[in-house]
């Protein structure tokens, strides 16, 4: 944490040691660069985590933007463990990255904040050095100035839709592959029984893409025909249970059963062992389980918006544990305020909880609306919410100042700390064949659930099975 992260795959940050300084430009991204500068190199796009904190239109706490909200709520059982992120201007003016991410086991509050910190600059890296590749093929150069956007000159040049979605397409395949990568190889943040989903989005003109892993969830309200609120289910809930989900994690030898006081809860189970019991198929992280089918490939899926569409719904499972789809469009659309939008579907979920599940633990919930007209209320109406202003609270990387972290669940690991390429690659290929398929499915959220948690229990290897 805290280290640097460079838009070029060869990059490194040894140019931080040798006394060179990156280039300060008003916003980080590609796509801002001086305007007097006419050629740049990629080791000079250089981001240092430490600053994120610093970029403006950036925002990951309870608060609002130009043109999105963003609210979490703490359940009752423990501490907070949802992420989310809204960045405006994440490479140029016209573009917006958004997530929500959701953690699990012992460390999953770190997990989720690492994933929402990095991945975001991450996909920026690859988009960058992809796109480059794909200039250099071509003997071009895209040409960079302060009105010219990096994206904006790939259409100039003469990539279609379909390439622009190629090239956004493999980079979140890329930069989610990195970021679990990452988690594995992390000094200091123990994944091996923790971990996180993460539904993301990056809106560019018309154009959205995203990639999803876990079971968070992203929807679309828009009008009809008839000018009333209809919602659309963006991604797919990647639970253990689905056929190709299922089908994976057996050929993987890992197992997928429900516990007789959770009928509704598939889970994904060691095969040696009745843990830990995920409940979901992909996420980053829960490195015990990456060798028996669990995953952190994205499903990657491409949507064209049209004057249709109104907002954007990005929410973890605490919200769909308790309320469906239309609900959630209809309590959006209804808010007293575009400001308080987010803060008033938390509150509906709270108040579903104790009404569906009185002698459960409500699960933490957090929740992006963005709104595609990009039109929010006036300052005024905005701090009448209550909220606090829209910059990014400072939060501890290791958690230890900031909230209590668990105590540690001493588990053996794996002797092997190599990722499966093989499988990965082989996964990538099918989620492509997969994607066709998506739109015209609404796996909806669980409903009639009282899990207690995504994860059962956390594994305990003995030093003679660690060794086999």
Known sequence: MGGCVSTSSKSTCSSWSNGEKPVRRPYLGIGCCASKRAKRTFSDHIVSLQNLTSIPNRITTSSKSRSSCIFTQQGRKGINQDAMIVWEDFMSEDVIFCGVFDGHGPYGHLVARKVRDTLPVKLQSFFHTLQSKQSSSKGTRFRRNS?????????????????????????????????????????????????????????????????????????????????????????????????????????????????????????????????????????????????????????????????????????????????????????????????????????????????????????????????????????????????????????????????????????VRSSSDQENETYGNVNTETDAEDEKTVGDQNWLGLEGVTRVNSLVQLPRFSEEKSKT
């Open 147 to 411: 009105s010219k956007s990096a994206v904006q000159e790939a259409v100039k040049e003469g990539s279609d839709e379909e390439k622009l979605k190629g090239l956004w397409g493999e980079a979140f395949l890329k930069s989610f592959k990195a970021m679990d990568k990452e988690l594995r190889s992390h000094p200091n943040l123990d994944c091996f029984c923790s971990g996180s989903t993460g539904v993301t989005m990056l809106k560019q003109g018309s154009n959205l893409f995203m990639g999803n892993i876990g079971d968070s969830r992203a929807i679309l309200g828009s009008k009809d025909s008839n000018d009333s609120m209809v919602a659309t289910q963006l991604t797919v809930d990647l639970k253990p249970d689905l056929p190709r989900e299922a089908e994976r994690i057996k050929r993987c030898k890992g197992r997928v059963f429900a516990l007789e006081d959770e009928p509704e809860v598939p889970r994904v189970w060691l095969p040696y062992d009745d843990a830990p019991g995920l409940a979901m198929a992909r996420a980053f992280g829960d490195f015990c389980l990456k060798d028996y089918g669990v995953i952190s490939v994205p499903e990657f899926t491409h949507r064209v918006l049209t004057d249709k569409d109104q907002f954007i719904v990005l929410a973890s499972d605490g919200v769909w544990d308790v309320l469906n789809n239309e609900e959630v469009v209809d309590i959006v659309a209804s808010a007293t305020s575009r400001a308080s939008a987010a803060r008033t579907l938390v509150n509906s979920a709270a108040r579903e909880w104790k009404l569906k599940y009185p002698t459960s633990k409500m699960d933490d919930c957090a929740v992006v609306c963005l709104f595609l007209d990009r039109k929010m209320d006036s300052e005024s109406d905005y701090d009448e919410q209550g909220f606090s202003s829209a910059t990014n609270a400072v939060e501890s990387d290791d958690g230890q100042r900031s909230e209590p972290c668990l105590q540690r669940n001493f588990t």
